[in-house]
């Protein structure tokens, strides 16, 4: 009995190590977290930082490189459209640029925030244990004369709002239309991959769907059905080889009757010479 319960211990650990691994990063989305913009947030950048975030908004909300970030609940949530799906990023992947983000402009700063200098980041290595500290070492030291400029706002989805908000299938086929800005973390461009992977399911049920309509349609069937055998293949716009009914009779006729005029003529003429004789 002892020993069956040691390795089921073991089994568990195991399983627990890898649900641990597979949590690092980004998880699944359509996470709720209890945001609801009707409209796009006012964005403002923090000074000195490659960072927007939003003073109007009661939530710790922010944009960098190309996308939207939350910490809420002591997670972070990540998307690249102002309103979600959000997906769940683990403390091991959030960028560094995102945890240096000062205490001062978290505008729902959680309770263990308290005491901290708000011109300074949060104390990440405090809070999340010496295990995290040491595999995000030196996140809190950087250059700050060669910091990068702040990515450009997608401010196109200013028009996506309400009932107009796309759905996920839709979201990446728009991002990358209307916004050409090519992230530069390592995170923000795996989160782009997967979001396309994701919606690129979605996308082929839905054209499938639209092609069954149209097959239903009146005429579909003989629009696409091939051209029967003998049939004639016009190109449009050229003129055809035949003459239009009447012309060409008419000018056949003509010339007869100019044929039988002219042989008439002839006889005569030699009747005439015949008499002569």
Same mark, same amino acid.
């Given at each position: 009995?002892?020993?069956?319960?040691?390795?089921?211990?073991?089994? $568990?650990?195991?399983?627990?190590?890898?649900? &641990?691994?597979?949590?690092?990063?980004?998880?699944?989305?359509?996470?709720?977290?209890?945001? +609801?913009?009707?409209?796009?947030?006012?964005?403002?950048?923090?000074?000195?930082?490659?960072?927007?975030?939003?003073?109007?908004?009661?939530?710790?909300?922010?944009?960098?490189?190309?996308?939207?970030?939350?910490?809420?609940?002591?997670?972070?949530? &990540?998307?690249?459209?102002?309103?979600?799906?959000?997906?769940?990023?683990?403390?091991?992947?959030?960028?560094?640029?995102? $945890?240096?983000?000062?205490?001062?402009?978290?505008?729902?700063?959680?309770?263990?925030?308290?005491?901290?200098?708000?011109?300074?980041?949060?104390?990440?290595?405090?809070?999340?244990?010496?295990?995290?500290?040491?595999?995000?070492?030196?996140?809190?030291?950087? +250059?700050?004369?060669?910091?990068?400029?702040?990515?450009?706002?997608?401010?196109?989805?200013?028009?996506?709002?309400?009932?107009?908000?796309?759905?996920?299938?839709?979201?990446?086929?728009?991002?990358?239309?209307?916004?050409?800005?090519?992230?530069?973390?390592?995170?923000?461009?795996?989160?782009?991959?997967?979001?396309?992977?994701?919606?690129?399911?979605?996308?082929?049920?839905?054209?499938?769907?639209?092609?069954?309509?149209?097959?239903?349609?009146?005429?579909? &069937? &003989?629009?696409?059905?091939?051209?029967?055998?003998?049939?004639?293949?016009?190109?449009?716009?050229?003129?055809?080889?035949?003459?239009?009914?009447?012309?060409?009779?008419?000018?056949?006729?003509?010339?007869?009757?100019?044929?039988?005029?002219?042989?008439?003529?002839?006889?005569?003429?030699?009747?005439?010479?015949?008499?002569?004789?």
């Amino acid at each position: 009995m002892r020993q069956g319960l040691i390795v089921l211990w073991m089994v $568990l650990c195991s399983v627990t190590s890898a649900v &641990a691994q597979v949590s690092i990063g980004i998880g699944l989305p359509h996470v709720s977290i209890g945001i +609801n913009l009707p409209l796009y947030p006012e964005l403002v950048p923090v000074p000195g930082y490659p960072v927007y975030y939003a003073p109007r908004m009661e939530a710790n909300y922010f944009f960098y490189d190309g996308m939207y970030w939350v910490y809420q609940g002591d997670n972070w949530y &990540a998307s690249s459209w102002y309103n979600g799906p959000w997906w769940i990023v683990g403390p091991e992947a959030v960028p560094v640029f995102v $945890l240096r983000i000062p205490v001062g402009y978290y505008r729902r700063p959680p309770v263990y925030f308290r005491g901290w200098r708000p011109d300074a980041p949060p104390r990440w290595g405090e809070h999340w244990g010496r295990g995290w500290e040491q595999r995000r070492a030196g996140w809190d030291r950087w +250059n700050r004369g060669s910091v990068p400029r702040p990515a450009p706002l997608p401010v196109y989805q200013r028009q996506y709002s309400g009932d107009r908000y796309p759905r996920l299938e839709q979201q990446h086929a728009l991002h990358s239309q209307q916004y050409r800005y090519q992230p530069r973390d390592t995170v923000v461009r795996q989160h782009y991959r997967e979001q396309a992977a994701r919606s690129a399911p979605a996308q082929r049920g839905n054209q499938g769907a639209i092609q069954q309509r149209s097959d239903r349609q009146p005429g579909a &069937a &003989a629009q696409r059905a091939p051209m029967s055998q003998g049939q004639e293949h016009r190109p449009e716009g050229r003129a055809s080889q035949e003459p239009p009914r009447g012309q060409g009779q008419g000018e056949g006729l003509g010339q007869g009757q100019g044929q039988r005029q002219g042989k008439g003529r002839g006889d005569d003429e030699e009747r005439g010479r015949e008499r002569n004789r």
